[in-house]
């Protein structure tokens, strides 16, 4: 079985679907940052000391494993060249 349809199985389920959709930003965040990091040919390691971090954190925040915050996702945009831009919508 595919991925995607197990995900359509799962997300028949109502309380399974509103606990996949709290994340979807988060997930949106993880994927661009990999998709910039990757872009600027950068390891994980390079991105977190142009940030000022460890590479450890840059490594959770890539894999979902914490709530980042919006410093914290400041200074990762400004390390690759970005700024953000939240909107309600």
């Given at each position: 079985m595919r991925h995607e349809d197990v995900k359509k199985i799962l997300l028949q389920d109502q309380e399974t679907k509103e606990e996949y959709d709290k994340l979807e930003v988060l997930y949106e965040i993880k994927r661009e940052i990999i998709r910039l990091r990757t872009e600027n040919k950068l390891s994980q390691a390079e991105l977190a000391e142009r940030v000022g971090t460890k590479q450890?954190?840059?490594?959770?925040?890539?894999?979902?494993?914490?709530?980042?915050?919006?410093?914290?996702?400041?200074?990762?945009?400004?390390?690759?060249?970005k700024k953000i831009e939240i909107?309600?919508?």
């Open positions: 450890s954190a840059i490594s959770r925040l890539e894999a979902g494993e914490y709530n980042p915050t919006l410093e914290f996702l400041a200074k990762v945009a400004k390390s690759l060249g909107r309600f919508y």
